[in-house]
């Protein structure tokens, strides 16, 4: 059963003195998954991914990692090579070059010649830092050391990547790349939990979502499951005509569940709760009655907006 999952875990649980950082957790991530884990400060979100990483002991329950029991009082050699974990704050060595920073990990993880250099060569490709590689890491910009942080964090080609706040400081242009990064390697077969406060981010990136507040996971489904429970459709309206027309013609139709005006615009935000064909048909009705519509559009409630919903603290 647990074979499925390439994280599992069972009533984990991570007390400091009287502080339970985690508490009860069942989480399941099957193969192949992107899971991004929210959550305002202090949730847990760290210490359940240093657990999950093998760096901090769990004080109950227990953590299956490809169906394999992560062991107490054990360094978990044979798991740990298939993990590749970035925490948040983790250094790097500012006079190494690139290159040279990325051999001493790959020859931690006993990378033999020719190998490691082919290795090299292919992930500081995938995550374009090729021509940075006799730069001194001083040199590089946040989102360059940031990259190659995920550079060396994926050296050994582990199966299953941890991931703690990888975009949090870097710009929208950086963020994008380490996105396109991630996609390259959820497309290659990886397994990646990430953590972000960064909302848009995780909606565009992850195929399920965990939420956790208090230490507790109170939340974790499929983005479409969370889209398709939580989600309300909105229709955008634009109108040449006053929009009091328009809002005095949406008051007798019954899939619409209230609107909002845009400010600045002579434009509704519409709450509808039919589907295509009901939307098409209001499209119709209002055409035939005459209001003059020079904008139409279906669109959803985004990731952000279901955070809210749920009750759960603005994160980003
Ligand atoms: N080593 C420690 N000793 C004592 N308390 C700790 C320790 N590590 C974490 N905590 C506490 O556990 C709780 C959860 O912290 P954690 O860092 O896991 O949260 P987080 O969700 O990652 O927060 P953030 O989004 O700010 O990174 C916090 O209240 C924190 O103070």
Same mark, same amino acid.
């Given at each position: 059963m647990e074979s499925e999952y390439a994280i599992s875990t069972h009533q984990l649980t991570k007390q400091y003195d009287r502080h339970i950082? %985690? =508490?009860q957790v069942d989480l399941q991530v099957e193969i192949g998954e992107v899971y991004g884990l929210i959550g305002p400060n202090g949730a847990g979100k760290t210490t359940l991914i240093r657990m999950l990483a093998a760096i901090e002991e769990p004080t109950t329950g227990e953590i299956y990692i490809n169906g394999e029991q992560l062991l +107490? /009082? *054990? !360094? =978990?050699p044979r798991l740990k090579q298939r993990l590749g974990y970035l925490p948040d704050d983790f250094p790097l060595y /500012?006079?190494? &070059?690139v290159w040279d920073y990325l051999d001493y990990f790959a020859r931690l993880y006993l990378l033999k010649q020719p190998h490691r250099r082919y290795r090299l060569n292919d992930v500081l490709e995938l995550v374009q830092l090729t021509s940075k +590689?006799? *730069?001194?890491? *001083? &040199?590089?910009s946040r989102g360059m050391k940031q990259r190659l942080s995920l550079a060396r964090t994926i050296i050994h080609e582990p199966m299953l990547l941890l991931l703690d706040e $990888? %975009? !949090?400081?870097?710009?929208p242009i950086a963020r994008m790349q380490f996105r396109e990064i991630i996609k390259i390697l959820q497309s290659a077969g990886m397994t990646i939990l990430i953590s972000s406060h960064v909302l848009s981010d995780l909606a565009e990136l992850c195929t399920s979502i965990g939420i956790m507040e208090l230490g507790y996971l109170v939340e974790s489904a499929s983005l479409k499951e969370l889209y398709q429970r939580l989600s309300r459709q909105q229709i955008i309206i634009s109108t040449l005509d006053p929009l009091e027309t328009l809002e005095t013609f949406l008051?007798?139709? $019954? *899939?619409?569940e209230g609107w909002e005006r845009i400010s600045g615009q002579n434009s509704l935000r519409v709450g509808f709760s039919g589907g295509s064909e009901e939307s098409a048909a209001l499209l119709r009705s209002l055409v035939i009655a005459g209001i003059s519509i020079s904008e139409f559009h279906c669109t959803q409630e985004d990731l952000e907006a279901i955070f809210l919903k749920l009750g759960h603290q603005q994160v980003s």
């Amino acid at each position: 059963m647990e074979s499925e999952y390439a994280i599992s875990t069972h009533q984990l649980t991570k007390q400091y003195d009287r502080h339970i950082a %985690v =508490n009860q957790v069942d989480l399941q991530v099957e193969i192949g998954e992107v899971y991004g884990l929210i959550g305002p400060n202090g949730a847990g979100k760290t210490t359940l991914i240093r657990m999950l990483a093998a760096i901090e002991e769990p004080t109950t329950g227990e953590i299956y990692i490809n169906g394999e029991q992560l062991l +107490r /009082d *054990s !360094s =978990n050699p044979r798991l740990k090579q298939r993990l590749g974990y970035l925490p948040d704050d983790f250094p790097l060595y /500012d006079d190494l &070059t690139v290159w040279d920073y990325l051999d001493y990990f790959a020859r931690l993880y006993l990378l033999k010649q020719p190998h490691r250099r082919y290795r090299l060569n292919d992930v500081l490709e995938l995550v374009q830092l090729t021509s940075k +590689r006799h *730069s001194l890491i *001083s &040199t590089l910009s946040r989102g360059m050391k940031q990259r190659l942080s995920l550079a060396r964090t994926i050296i050994h080609e582990p199966m299953l990547l941890l991931l703690d706040e $990888p %975009v !949090s400081g870097l710009d929208p242009i950086a963020r994008m790349q380490f996105r396109e990064i991630i996609k390259i390697l959820q497309s290659a077969g990886m397994t990646i939990l990430i953590s972000s406060h960064v909302l848009s981010d995780l909606a565009e990136l992850c195929t399920s979502i965990g939420i956790m507040e208090l230490g507790y996971l109170v939340e974790s489904a499929s983005l479409k499951e969370l889209y398709q429970r939580l989600s309300r459709q909105q229709i955008i309206i634009s109108t040449l005509d006053p929009l009091e027309t328009l809002e005095t013609f949406l008051k007798n139709e $019954p *899939s619409v569940e209230g609107w909002e005006r845009i400010s600045g615009q002579n434009s509704l935000r519409v709450g509808f709760s039919g589907g295509s064909e009901e939307s098409a048909a209001l499209l119709r009705s209002l055409v035939i009655a005459g209001i003059s519509i020079s904008e139409f559009h279906c669109t959803q409630e985004d990731l952000e907006a279901i955070f809210l919903k749920l009750g759960h603290q603005q994160v980003s």
